[in-house]
Structure formats: structure tokens, C-alpha cells
């Protein structure tokens, strides 16, 4: 059973950086889909970039240009490096996988980010 686990959200200031990282259990990381989303008090998930199977990122418009997904498979570990963060950012942010060949979905616990001087 994949399992995964957030680590690296905290306060910072606008403009500064943060970074995600994603642990994840299981032997089928390497063909996962690996998505960072996010969710703001009283919004809806909203997708923030993907990490195809051995295709191109894509970023939500809002974050282009700021913010890179990169993913190890030797490790099982997907990241979300975070630059000239805006207090629209904060929010608590969510790893998920979607596994080949069944399409199952998998949520990690969400880590809070918080962006306020």
C-alpha cells in the first residue's frame, strides 16, 4: 500500500522560499503521477503542478515562473520548490500519486504553508 508523507511547510515572509518534499512508500514510484495541490481556508483543492511518468511538468498559471516540482525515483521523493512566495500561497499543501495501472489515488496529510510579514 503507497503511503505518503509532507515535509518542509512553515511561516515565512512574501518573497522568500520554501521547500516540499514528498516521501513516498512503494515499489511503483517511478510510474506514478506525482501532483502537488493545495487548499486555502474556505477553497476549494486546486491543482498546483504534476509530475508525469516520464513527461513535462505542468504548473498551475498562478504559480509558473516560481515554482519548480522535481522528482527523485531513486529515492521515491517528489519536491516543490517554492520561490517569491505571496501571501496568496498560503495554504496547507497535498501530495498525491496516482498509481499505474489501477488509477488508484493516494493523499498524504497536507503540510501547512503560511506567507505573512
Known amino acids: 500500500q503507497v503511503q505518503l508523507v509532507e515535509s518542509g511547510g512553515g511561516l515565512v515572509q512574501p518573497g522568500e522560499s520554501l521547500r516540499l518534499s514528498c516521501a513516498a512508500s512503494?515499489?511503483?514510484?517511478?510510474?506514478?503521477?506525482m501532483a502537488w495541490y493545495r487548499q486555502a481556508p474556505g477553497k476549494q483543492r486546486e491543482l498546483v503542478a504534476t509530475?508525469?511518468?516520464?513527461?513535462?511538468?505542468h504548473y498551475a498559471d498562478s504559480v509558473k515562473g516560481r515554482f519548480t516540482i522535481s522528482r527523485d525515483n531513486g529515492k521515491n521523493t517528489v519536491d516543490l520548490q517554492m520561490d517569491s512566495l505571496k501571501a496568496e500561497d498560503t495554504a496547507v499543501y497535498y501530495c498525491?500519486?496516482?498509481?499505474?495501472?489501477?488509477?488508484?489515488?493516494?493523499w498524504g496529510q497536507g503540510t501547512q504553508v503560511t506567507v505573512s510579514s
Open positions: 512503494g515499489s511503483s514510484f517511478s510510474k506514478n503521477v
Open positions: 509530475s508525469p511518468n516520464g513527461g513535462s511538468p
Open positions: 498525491k500519486a496516482i498509481l499505474p495501472f489501477s488509477g488508484v489515488t493516494v
